[in-house]
């Protein structure tokens, strides 16, 4: 079974910066994409940021600029920064990866618990 455990989130003020922490943990053989995603109130689920395991990433166009998604694959884990922080980035951050799992060697792809994000104006 493989869980990933999210972390960093909190209150924040307008123009503020936090940083979230997504750790992997289970019989993994290989991570692939590690993702960002958001959800705020009343809205879907979307794609904040992506990071590969070559190290190629994506972002969001309503946060190319603010946020940086790294990971460290050593430790199993993805961080995103968060700079300049605005209200409408408030929501639930959620890390998504997909991952091989070490005994079988079968593709999985595993969401964490979500952590809060409000960004006060």
């Known amino acids: 079974q493989v869980q990933l455990v999210e972390s960093g989130g909190g209150l924040v003020q307008a123009g503020g910066s936090l940083r979230l922490s997504c750790s992997a943990s289970?019989?993994?053989?290989?991570?692939?994409?590690m993702d960002w995603y958001r959800q705020a109130p009343g809205k879907q689920r979307e794609l904040v940021a992506s990071s590969s395991s070559g190290g190629t990433t994506n972002y969001a166009d309503s946060v190319k600029g603010r946020f940086t998604i790294s990971r460290d694959n050593a430790k199993k884990t993805v961080y995103l920064q968060m700079n300049s922080l605005k209200p409408e980035d408030t929501a639930v951050y959620y890390c998504?990866?997909?991952?091989?799992?070490?005994?079988?060697?079968?593709?999985?792809?595993?969401w964490g618990q979500g952590t809060q994000v409000t960004v006060s104006s």
């Open positions: 289970g019989i993994i053989a290989r991570i692939n994409n």
């Open positions: 998504n990866a997909d991952v091989v799992h070490g005994l079988n060697y079968r593709s999985y792809n595993a």
